[in-house]
């Protein structure tokens, strides 16, 4: 069924093994007598990594001789997760690995696990950028990532006594088999320091950044191989590593401890990932990761172009830069920066360059997460930088004056510059003034920043710089791989071309009828949940059964997300089924309810989320009477790997955020395509999940984005109304029953007492309702089977190479740029 083309491809077993043992004896230093699991991973993707190595070469070498255009993607996460069967699968090379490790007494899928994920991202917006990478590697676009080298990627998550712990995930142990050091790939980066005047031999006034601190920006490539295409891509992310001249006055004047040991200090700025999902913390540390990460690449992008000889007034049609959210934002004044004071170009003709050259995707609307730096920090720490910012600043409220006369009110709504107690850029002003495009990640989402957040500036230049990219997802990873069993069930009916061409899912439809069909379609869906029951069992003890509803909700940990409306949900139906007679109680749909994800490690009310959680499943799972009706799980550290896992196995998922406040979602699509049905909020891409797959195959419930302003208001001047139902659940967790009532008392509080900000106590009596729904429906199970068949046969749109091409057509204009075999 799967067809075959060559990229990498090994010709045989037996080739594969020769490499495998090649490298077991010579990169390792082994012998096949003296190696276990790890190692026999390490010599397999070695062998892998060989073969995109090659491939890799091929592709950047096409690129530079035909000189097309390139997009670079600057992101400050990619949340990758595992990198070997992706490789395996994407060159094909699976199947002869399979084989060929069995051989040596290796089960492939043993080795795979022992790779550990290359999490260098929070949630949404880094897996993300991990789609993308691989949509514009499969989709044949010349296209690059660059972000940073964190050595430690998003923390590790114990669950001790139900609260979540932090421990460092350094994921560099045993090197990375994906990484090529390009130590001789390196740029100087300054921080601190002062702005020299001076007047050059035309007498013309210039400026000019210097005295600074140093630190060097060394890179490393990691390979992004295409899927049926030879065409391999590349990440670039950026270490940060002392600098010669770092401090060489102390050095000599004989301080050489001291020197070395401040040296040491440099490296500390790509060392850790920031673990805030949707929070702005304003940490200098953080200023300086994303300057040395966008003046690294804009380094490197601009050094590339340079080579080509053209000139400058070409820049934007040989280069497209897209900012995953504010936090490359600077990029825009390190480019202005480059061709002003560097490159000598007069503003205007360099400012239009720089707009033409990139676009901002906006990722959210709630206002603590959007970034915004002190004007005191900028001026310490890159003085030239804040003065261009008041340049761009002041040419943009020209403009402004001139298109709406006398109108102060507006010219401060606007300003890049805060007026506030110290004053603040707003980044995502900057971003909108220095980009050509604005996008949101969902309609829903996209209307709405025109409407609320961006709608001045809507005003300022007309809606059209303002438009929708749907988000999408990688059939590859979130089908083909994490659910082999079902990729090959669709590709005995349709052939396997859904999986580079997710539309042709549609022909699916047919068969959405035929029970023969709905059977083969469900036992995938049992098996997958019986691999689910077995690692929960093995990480908690739990034992689930796989006929049971399993009813899932895995994301970072947000009150926004409303993790504590399910909790509180779950503790309602406990109630209920304790108060039932047994013969009642087995009348009843058996649930599973299975959370999983990360709080922000300061984050107090999520972690208060985390262990309410906790403490119901403890509760609920040592209860006899729940034993064949209710079972309640926490995950610990949820990740990419896990949700290969996890995202298969559900029957429902549960994407239930208050209206207007998630932007997109993306495992809304991932669940829907592996067969799960979802309830749902009418929010972010569950709008258009909804258009696709049709409102009968999807629970949607309470209230609507407009409504959400006027009833925050209510709350504020009204008070709030617990229901009954609601009423009851609070009763009883302050009964004790959960042990001690203290800890939630906040967490109860914000919702009865604080206003209600996420509407929980509004939206509670229609959740409920809907999951009654949920549960009536589960027990006709040809009926569910045709509504998880016809939704799947639907989800073609959520595609991230659909996405990419979006991008590539409305904000790019690049063309694909096929690399022969
Ligand atoms: C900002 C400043 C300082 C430190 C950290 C941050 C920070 C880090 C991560 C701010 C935001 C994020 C992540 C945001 C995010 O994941 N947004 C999600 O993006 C997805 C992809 O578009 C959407 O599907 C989700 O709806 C959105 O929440």
Known sequence: IWKKFSLGEFGDKQEFQQEFVRHVETSLARSLYNCDDLAAYQAASQAVRDRLVVAWNRTQQKHTLTDTKRVYYLSLEFLMGRALDNAMLNTRTKQYAREGVKDFGFRLEDLIEQEPDAALGNGGLGRLAACFVDSLASENYPGWGYGLRYEYGIFKQKIIDGYQVEQPDYWLTYGSSWEIPRNEISVDIMFYGYVRHYTDDEGVHRRCWEGGDVVRAVASDFPV??????????????????????????????????SVSEQQRAETISAVLYPNDNFDSGKELRLKQQYLWVAASLNDIVRRFKKSKRPWREFPEQIAIQLNDTHPTLAIVELQRIFVDLEQLPWKEAWDLVVETFGYTNHTVLPEALEKWPVPM??????????????????????????????????????????????????????????HKVNGVAELHSDLIKKTIFKDFVAVYGGDKFINVTNGITPRRWLHQANPELSDLIASKIGSGFVKDLSELRHLEKFADDEDFQRQWMLVKHKRKEKLAALVKSQSGVVLNPDHLFDIQVKRIHEYKRQQLNILGVIHRYVELKQMSPEERRKMTPRVSLFGGKSAPGYYMAKTIIKLINDVGKVVNNDPDMFDSLKVVFVEDYNVSKAEIIIPASDISEHISTAGTEASGTSNMKFVLNGGLIIGTVDGANVEITREIGEDNIYLFGHLADEVEDIRHKHKYGGVQVGKKLQQVFDFIQSGALGDPEIYTSLLHSIKYGGDYYLVSDDFDAYLEAQHTINHDFKDTKEWARKSIVSVSRMGFFSSDRAIRDYAEGIWNVEPSPVEE
């Not at 890159?382 to 010219?411: C, G, M, S, T, W």
């Open 225 to 258: 191989p295409g899927y049926g295409t030879a065409n391999v891509n590349n990440l670039r992310l950026w270490s940060s590593k002392p600098a010669q001249e770092f401090d060489f006055a102390k050095f000599n004047a004989g301080d050489y401890i001291n």
């Open 378 to 435: 900028l001026e310490n720490l890159l003085p030239r930088h804040l003065e261009i910012i008041y340049d761009i600043n002041l040419y943009f409220l020209q403009e402004v004056e001139a298109k709406f006369p006398n109108d102060r009110e507006l010219l401060s709504r606007v300003s890049i510059i805060e007026e506030s107690q110290p004053q603040q850029a707003r980044m995502a002003y900057l971003a909108i003034i220095g980009s």
